[in-house]
């Protein structure tokens, strides 16, 4: 009896400071977003939080600035799966094949990466800035000058140059997840293919594709949620604007709290992205199920 | 086996023990320093290397060398936007400086709704109100507040928008400095024909329209339209607030204000003026020390109100007390409110803005001597002689609205008529949030 007590506390202490962790820095944190978007809350320590029901939700979704920055993060959900997904599968492919200098594309396609996200964002706005940026130069010497655009400031294009350098950033991060899946798959599948006659796109088709199934759904999870909390890059290239253009649910977040300090439903909007996210990633993995 | 199981545990506990001390952090004093000094934290943005804020460093520094039990630790954050957020998170945890710089309306009416802020009425009429006396009366107005009975900050800095022009231009041009809104447009278009830009706005920081909004408001409607809006007898889509959307909706449209105006920032915007392509800047009178004084450009550079709209509000501008100190009271004890309360005196002292004279010479809050090693500056002389022909001022338009987030709507309406929308559709745009009342 006394043996059994004594190893029970051996494992609560050992879980314990996981668990205090988990607690500290995870679940109060959003338990209290979730209480504070019940609330009105200045954000001053000390003053008084109001309880006001649903109304910061009733607000968040009558609000067009939601919606404009909910849109703006579909955009970033259309760019992660028709421009992200298929350059890192390809350049997977790439660095899985048998071609020459696979260990130097490893490290190029990985070099974004390892750059932090203000370096990309300052590097790129200074690329596209259309007074002297490089982009707008070429194109201007090679005698495009009507493709020459304010990149970062006009509506609509801003938030998709945004998203290429996303994409950019991240290629190399996605093409390990597939190049991982890739070399899973066991070789002698591929020689029995090949012994059937299925090479070349085919072997991508029924082998490759399929069997890296795995990998498409950690990329679709990853893919989804972080497109729903995308801040950082946002903010350093275009603040979220100029005129909210460009905002984001994230940035929205950040203003609705730190600018205006309406700390309740700068909360919803939080909790808002929280359930969206766990639907969405309920939604994928039922979806992966269903493959199976 | 038993031996094992206790090395376990022992383990786990000392685990566990660094998990909950960290947690914990010290439980030492704080607000004193290993000397017995009491420490106080003073946030400012004075962190770059332009004369003043060298100055103000150079005096804090001063200060801690002073024999009075007091040590300042100055957190200077430049940018605006982190330091206001580093300040905001400061007043979300807790954990404020003692004293913090910040430009005053509902921001900080908001710190004394919570019941954080000191008055320091009672400090400034100690000794039949000396230290009040120090300041010009007209700057009081920005550090009081309706059904606030005090006074909730000192002002440090003042300023007046004014136009900056080029001479040479002007004169190549055979145009004199602009009087009134319509010369300002003229002189735009004669300009433009002649190839030279007439402004060049770095609209990417969108303050920039709004100072303009600011003048054309208190130039065509006086600064009881200031007022007006605040209390919403004006409205932001009325016929006359619309009009002054229109001005710079035009001006956008024949690209007066320069180009690519969205990925220009307020300092390539001052920088392209101080190169001499531009006619016209309008700027603060900060706009004298930090950049025109001791540049090769001085000489070609005169100073003229900001054009009016209506001859009856000639005479207005904006202007004020642009940053301000305020002290908090939130986790506080009373000898470091007193400390904070001494480190202001001496911070905003006659004394300090002579020695400020002699090295950043500008529009003070204070009644000082002058020194007799300050320097020449004429275009400084032109602008105090404006300013003392002004009869009232106002800051930024929305900094008296109650609704904190009015000033972000209104300059980033402003900013989507750089991006082409009508004066209209900026309208509806403000209205919006107007409409919204705030959120909470």
Known sequence: ?292 | MKRKRITALGLASVMLMSVTLSACGSGADESRSSDGNIVITVASRYATDVEDEKYYRQKVEEFNKMDNGITVEMDNVATESDYLDKLRTAFANGDTPNVFLEYGGSRTLDYLEADALVDLKPYLEENDSEWYNTFYESLWDQTQYDGYDGIYAVPFKSYMVLLFYNKDLFEQAGLEAPVTIDDMLDACAKFKEMGIKPFQVGEKDNFRFGHFNNNLIIKTLGVDAVDELANRELSYDSDEMINTYKIIEEMVANDYFGENILDTDQYQESEMFLQGDVAMHWDGTWFIPNYLYGSDIYDSIGVVPFPYGDEKYASQAQGGSSDMWYVSKLNKSDEEIEASVEFLKYITSPEYYTGLDEVAQTIYPVKYEKSDNAPENPLLDEALDIYEQVTDMRTDVQNYDPDSRMLDAVRSSLQGLAMGNSAEECAEQIMETVNAGGGE
């Open chain 1, 1 to 292: 009896m006394k043996k059994k007590v004594y190893s029970k506390l051996t494992i609560i202490i050992f879980l314990a400071p996981a668990l205090i962790m988990l607690v500290a820095f995870i679940l109060y944190p959003v338990c209290n977003t979730i209480y504070l978007s019940f609330n009105e809350w200045k954000g001053i320590y000390g003053s008084p939080v109001t309880f006001v029901g649903l109304k910061n939700y009733i607000d968040v979704l009558k609000s067009d600035s939601f919606w404009q920055s909910m849109l703006n993060s579909v955009f970033f959900m259309i760019g992660g799966f028709c421009i992200l997904m298929p350059l890192s599968f390809g350049l997977a492919l790439l660095i899985t094949s048998k071609l020459r200098g696979t260990k130097f594309m490893k490290t190029a396609f990985f070099m974004p990466v390892m750059l932090s996200t203000t370096a990309v964002a300052l590097i790129w706005v200074y690329l596209l800035n259309p007074s002297f940026g490089a982009v707008n130069q070429i194109l201007n010497t090679a005698g495009l000058e009507g493709l020459a655009k304010d990149w970062l400031s006009t509506p609509g294009l801003n938030i998709w140059c945004v998203i290429l350098v996303n994409e950019w950033m991240y290629a190399g991060y996605n093409m390990l997840i597939f190049a991982a899946g890739l070399v899973s798959i066991p070789s002698d599948v591929y020689e029995a293919a090949k012994l059937d006659g299925c090479t070349g796109i085919k072997q991508l088709r029924y082998i490759s594709i399929p069997l890296s199934r795995e990998s498409f759904k950690i990329f679709s999870v990853l893919c989804v949620t972080g497109c729903l909390k995308a801040f950082d890059l946002v903010w350093a290239m275009t603040k979220g604007g100029p005129n909210h253009t460009s905002e984001v649910p994230a940035t929205l977040l950040y203003n609705e709290a730190f600018t205006f300090k309406y700390f309740g439903k700068s909360s919803s909007i939080g909790v808002l992205l929280l359930i969206l996210g766990i639907i969405l990633s309920v939604m994928l993995n039922n979806f992966f199920k269903k493959e199976d």
